[in-house]
């Protein structure tokens, strides 16, 4: 393969939502990943429930595997999507895909090893919360941001509801997202199209007939100012979290949209003019340390993420006065030229230069799916980012500094 032959191909499957492949000839080890287009967010029963169907779906998989084959696997649930992954050599192929899908048969495991697994999450929950300190803090911004929208819905849940999970929803639940057409899937390696494809046409996809229910709808709630002072004495430092989320007034195509924001990314958290890194840190020493990030919501949300640490001497709310006075000044002015000329050909150049051009385009590739949008190209991701003018930049970071809900904590 030629280093700039397609890597992304859609291979044809009636039975899935989509399928692709993504050539890699330095990956021996074949992937397949199958993203069920349904997560946390799409769960009416109690929170974290979607994750509990993960675990259950996953024991679908487990049975009938010959003890000698080690593969690599892992499954995964968020807000978004659940996910399965099983990884081999090429010639595994066909018995890997046809275990993946057997998350489409009927939950089948034995009760009692079902109901047990809810002691395997719980073990999971003290894992990853036990020690989290942040874990009120993380709650009640999410709540405040969110409102009565499902985005505010906890992955992990509370431990009384996982010890008490009635399998009787998680079954019903699987019935209405376990779904081939409600599923995308992803091969990943050192394989061509035309392989991949024969695989996939000899590997049987259960049917599943469950009408898909109908979507429900949510809306984030009316504009918000929510600030709040938060005691927590086992943090080892002042940290100022901010988070916005601001409706766009029309509708951007995701890549489009996604290649700005990567873009404006690059400007705000750099040292260059128009950049948060000389007036926050090198210029008035007012944070010692800041991440901002931006991402979108299909179809026409934006969301920002800034969290800091003031520096010597400075107040939060000092830190908090120039975060904001400095976004709205270079909303006002406008993004340098110089800087966004700088930015956009680095960032460029350094897609172009690539060792290993396939794992972005992979990457990328599951930021798409699990915002149920169809994967670019490495040619069309470039294309986006060409695309970009300084106008565009300017209206994002306009919007990113007008009405929104806006939930602010001082953490001392
Ligand atoms: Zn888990």
Redesign the pocket.
Known sequence: MSAHAQQLSRLQSVDLNAAYLIQDPDQKIISATLVILSGEMDNPYAQGLA?YL??LAWLNTLDKVSPDYDRESNAWANKFVTGYWLAGPIEKLPVNLMQLFKVFDPLHGDPAFMADERKI?LR?YDFRMGENIWKDVDTDIRTALFGDHPLARSVIGTPQDIAEFPLSDARALHRQTHRPLNAVLLIYGDISPDQAQSILDTVKIPQNTTAKPAPRQFSFGSDLRDVKHVDLPLSPTQTLIYHKLVALPDTVPFDALRARLKLLYRVLDSTYESGLGGPLRFDDFIARHFEISLGSLVPKHLFMTFKANPDEGISLQTLLDSFETNMAQIAKNGISAETFATVKSLYIANLREQQRPARGVKALAMESIASREIPQTREQRLQSLRNVSLADLDALLKHLTGNGRTVIRLIN
Request: net charge negative.
């Open positions: 994750h993960e675990h999450i999971e």
